[in-house]
C-alpha cells in the first residue's frame, strides 16, 4: 500500500469519527448521546494522534511525543467506553477511581519507554520493547473495554424487545471487532503490514456497522444520519480540493516547488478549517456591518422567533402585549405602537368601527396614498400620527388593530417590514383570541367561586339550624326518656305484683291480659334505655363500667323473659347455656340491652310459622354470642347502612312498621367500645346471625369474681 494511499484512507475514517460525533452531539444533548459523541471523538484523536506521528516520522522527537500522547487519549477512551456502555443500559456511571486510574494511566503511558522507544515509519509503529507502563496501559484499556461489553451484553440478556436486541447485536459486533482489531493489532503486533491494513479499516468497518443500525434499527434514533454525514463529507472534500488545488497547483507548477506529503497534510487541515469557518464568519460579519451602516436594519426571522417564544410561554393578555409590543418598537423601531382592541371599549371605538369598515387588512398613511378611495379615514390616522395600521382577525372574529407611528429614523416602512408585521399580527391574532378566551373563562371561575361562596355560606347557616335543631331534638329525647323511665319502671313493678298474687287471686284471663302489658311495659323500658344511650352517644356523656360477668346467665336469665313473647309468635327459642363458663369484664347492663335487642329482632322478623332461634355461646378461640334465626334477613345493597342511626332495611319496615332503627347502632358502639366486633351474617329470605365476639384477655379468673361481689 502507497504511504499517499495509506494517509487518505486513515484521514477520511478520522474525518468520519470526527462527523459522527458532531452530528450525534448537536442531534440530541441527552447523557446517553453527549457519551458515544466523547468516545467517538476521544477515539478519532487518538487515531489522529497515531496518525500524526506516522506523518512527523522523519522528525523522531516530535514523533514520539505525538504517539506517546496518542496512548493518553487510549486511556481516556477506554473510560469514555464505560461511561457510553452504562447511558447505553439505561445507567449512570459515577466511579471517580476509575477517572483517577484513567488520568494516571495515561499519564504513565506518555512516560512509558514503550511508546517513546517505539519505531515509527511512513506507514506503521512498531512497540520494540514491553515496560510496566505499557503493560498497564494495556490492562487498563482492555478491562475497560471487556466491562463495556459485559454491561452491553447484560442489556442484550435481559431485553425482551426484538428491536432492542437487533440493536444490542449490531453495536456488540461493531465494538467487539474493533477492539479485537485495533488492540491487538496496534499494541501487540509489531507488523507493520497489519498496522496499515487493520487500523484504518477496523475504525471504517465500525462507522458503517453503527451508521447501517441508525437507518435500519433506529440505534440512535437519527434516521437522516447517514445522508448528513456523507453530505458534510462531500462538502468538505470539495471544499478542500476547491482551496487547496490552486495552491498545489501554484507551487507545482508556476513556482517549481515541491510539497512534502505532511504539508500538503497540515494545508489541507487549513482548507478545511477556512471552510468550515467561512459561512459562520460571513453571517457575523454581514450583521455587524448591517447594524453599523443601516440603523433601521433588522432580522426578521429573528423577530419572528422571538413573538413565536412569547407567544407560547404565556396567555396573558397584557404580558402578550406588553412584551410584543417591546419586541417590534426594538426591531421596526416606529416611534409609536398601539394595540386598538376590540374588547377594550374606549375612546377609540369610533376609529375601530371606521378602520372595520374597511376591506384592507393593512392600511399605509403617506403622502402618495390621500388619494385613496376612503381619504377622511386617511386623514384621520394622519392627524393621530398613525403612519400604518395592521388587522388583527381571525377566520372567525375580528381582534382589532395594529397601529404604528412613523419610523424613528423617518424613513418609509419597506416591503420587509410589512409583510413582517402582517405574518406577527396572523400570530398575535390567535394567541389574543386565545387570551380573551382564557380571561373570559378565569372571570367565569371567579364568578363561580363567589356564587359557591355565598352558597356555601348559605348552607353553613342553614347547617348550624340543623345542628341546633337536632341539639334540640336531643335534649326532648333526652327528657322524655327521663321523665318516662321512672313511671314505666312503677308500671311494670305494679304489673309483675298483680301477676304473681300479691294483690289477691286474679283469673287465668287476667293473667294472660297482664302478662301480655307486662311484657310491653318491659319493651317500652329497654326503649327508653336505648334513647338514653343514644343521647349519651351524641352529648358525648357515654361511658362503659365494667365488672366481671357471667354471660351464660346473664343470657339465660333474658332468653327465660322472652319465651312468653317468642310463644306468642309460635317462634321456638332455644339456648344451651354451658354448664361451665368463665366471667368478662363487660358494661353488664349495656351488653344486657345489646343481648335483648339481637333476641328481640330476631323475634319480630323471623317466619311467622315454623320460625327458630338458636342462641350460641361459644368459648373457643374467642368468646362469641351468636343469634341465629330463619327469617326474612337482610337484602345485599342494604348491609352497609344497616348500623347507622335511625337506618331500617326496606323489608324490615314493612313487617315491624314501629322500630327505631337504634337497636343495631348502639349494639356496634357497645360492643366497639368494649374491645369487641360485632358478628353480622346474613341472606335474603334465609335468615340472620347477629351476635359479638372478645378476646381471651376478657376473661377475669374466679378469685377475680370472688372479690366483686357484684357480679
Not at 476509575?98 to 519507554?113: C, Q, R
Not at 352558597?455 to 353553613?460: G, S
Amino acid at each position: 500500500m502507497s504511504p499517499a494511499l495509506y494517509i487518505t484512507l486513515y484521514v477520511v475514517v478520522i474525518l468520519g469519527f470526527f462527523l459522527v460525533s458532531t452530528l450525534v452531539i448537536t442531534r440530541r444533548r441527552t447523557l446517553y448521546y453527549r457519551n458515544f459523541a466523547t468516545l467517538t471523538f476521544l477515539v478519532g484523536f487518538w487515531q489522529l494522534l497515531q496518525l500524526l506521528s506516522q506523518i512527523f516520522y522523519a522528525q523522531p522527537n516530535i514523533a514520539s511525543v505525538l504517539f506517546r500522547f496518542s496512548g493518553f487519549f487510549a486511556s481516556l477512551a477506554a473510560l469514555s467506553f464505560i461511561h457510553f456502555s452504562y447511558s447505553y443500559a439505561g445507567h449512570r456511571f459515577k466511579n471517580n477511581i476509575y477517572t483517577f486510574l484513567a488520568v494516571a494511566v495515561g499519564l504513565a503511558a506518555i512516560a512509558s519507554k514503550s511508546l517513546s522507544g517505539a519505531q515509527i515509519t511512513e506507514t506503521g509503529i512498531a512497540v520494540k520493547q514491553i515496560d510496566v507502563l505499557y503493560i498497564v496501559l494495556l490492562v487498563f484499556v482492555m478491562l475497560c473495554f471487556i466491562q463495556g461489553l459485559i454491561v452491553i451484553l447484560t442489556d442484550f440478556i435481559k431485553s425482551h424487545d426484538k428491536l432492542q436486541r437487533r440493536r444490542d447485536i449490531i453495536l456488540l459486533f461493531a465494538i467487539f471487532q474493533a477492539v479485537v482489531e485495533i488492540v491487538l493489532f496496534s499494541f501487540l503486533a509489531p507488523n507493520s503490514l497489519s498496522n496499515q491494513i487493520v487500523i484504518p479499516f477496523a475504525c471504517l468497518i465500525t462507522i458503517l456497522i453503527i451508521a447501517y443500525g441508525m437507518i435500519q434499527y433506529k440505534l440512535f434514533d437519527i434516521r437522516s444520519f447517514v445522508v448528513r454525514a456523507i453530505a458534510y463529507i462531500l462538502t468538505f472534500s470539495i471544499t478542500a480540493l476547491i482551496y487547496l488545488a490552486p495552491v498545489i497547483l501554484l507551487s507545482t507548477y508556476l513556482l517549481h516547488a515541491s510539497l512534502s506529503i505532511p504539508t500538503i497534510i497540515v494545508l489541507a487541515i487549513v482548507s478545511l478549517i477556512v471552510a468550515v469557518s467561512f459561512h459562520p464568519l460571513r453571517i457575523k460579519f454581514n450583521k455587524a456591518t448591517n447594524e453599523l451602516f443601516y440603523r433601521d436594519y433588522y432580522e426578521p426571522q429573528d423577530v419572528l422567533d422571538k413573538i413565536s417564544s412569547l407567544l407560547v410561554r404565556t396567555v396573558d393578555k397584557e404580558e402578550i402585549r406588553n412584551q410584543s409590543a417591546h419586541i417590534l418598537m426594538g426591531s421596526v423601531k416606529p416611534q409609536m405602537l398601539t394595540y386598538a382592541l376590540d374588547a377594550d371599549k374606549g375612546p377609540d371605538q369610533h376609529l375601530l368601527d371606521r378602520l372595520h369598515r374597511s376591506d384592507m387588512n393593512v392600511i399605509y398613511v403617506d403622502e402618495d396614498s390621500l388619494d385613496n378611495k376612503n381619504p377622511s379615514l386617511l386623514e384621520e390616522l394622519r392627524k393621530r400620527d398613525i403612519a400604518l395600521s395592521v388587522r388583527l382577525r381571525t377566520k372567525g372574529e375580528n381582534i382589532g388593530f395594529l397601529l404604528f407611528g412613523n419610523k424613528q429614523s423617518g424613513s418609509r416602512y419597506t416591503t420587509v417590514d410589512i409583510r413582517l408585521l402582517t405574518a406577527v399580527a396572523d400570530e398575535l391574532s390567535i394567541s389574543l383570541q386565545n387570551a380573551l378566551r382564557f380571561e373570559e373563562i378565569k372571570q367565569f371561575n371567579i364568578t363561580l367561586t363567589q356564587k359557591i361562596d355565598a352558597a356555601t355560606l348559605q348552607l353553613r347557616h342553614a347547617n348550624q339550624r340543623l345542628k341546633a335543631l337536632d341539639e334540640t331534638k336531643d335534649d326532648f329525647i333526652s327528657m322524655a326518656s327521663h321523665q318516662l323511665r321512672t313511671p314505666l319502671s312503677i308500671i311494670k313493678g305494679y304489673l309483675d305484683m298483680v301477676i304473681t298474687g300479691d294483690a289477691g287471686k286474679i283469673s287465668d284471663k287476667q293473667k294472660s291480659f297482664l302478662s301480655q302489658a307486662l311484657t310491653n311495659s318491659e319493651r317500652m323500658v329497654n326503649l327508653v334505655a336505648e334513647l338514653l344511650s343514644v343521647s349519651r352517644i351524641t352529648s358525648g356523656k357515654f361511658s362503659i363500667e365494667t365488672t366481671p360477668v357471667n354471660l351464660a346467665n346473664l343470657i339465660d336469665n333474658e332468653v327465660k323473659q322472652l319465651k312468653n313473647l317468642a310463644e306468642s309468635h309460635n317462634i321456638e327459642l332455644t339456648f344451651h347455656k354451658p354448664e361451665d363458663f368463665p366471667s368478662l369484664l363487660l358494661d353488664e347492663d349495656k351488653t344486657k340491652q345489646v343481648v335483648i335487642n339481637f333476641i328481640d329482632n330476631a323475634i319480630y322478623y323471623s317466619k311467622p310459622k315454623g320460625g327458630k332461634i338458636d342462641v350460641q355461646l361459644i368459648n373457643n378461640n374467642d368468646v362469641e354470642l351468636r343469634v341465629v334465626d330463619n327469617g326474612i334477613g337482610v337484602p345485599e345493597k342494604e348491609k352497609n347502612n344497616l348500623f347507622t342511626k335511625f337506618y331500617r332495611a326496606k323489608n324490615a319496615k314493612n313487617v315491624r312498621p314501629d322500630g327505631t332503627g337504634i337497636g343495631l347502632y348502639l349494639a356496634k358502639f357497645v360492643i366497639s367500645e368494649q374491645g369487641g366486633e360485632l358478628i353480622f351474617e346474613s341472606k335474603e329470605g334465609m335468615g340472620s346471625t347477629f351476635g359479638f365476639s372478645f378476646k381471651k384477655d376478657k376473661i377475669v379468673s374466679n378469685k377475680s369474681v370472688a372479690k366483686n361481689p357484684g357480679a
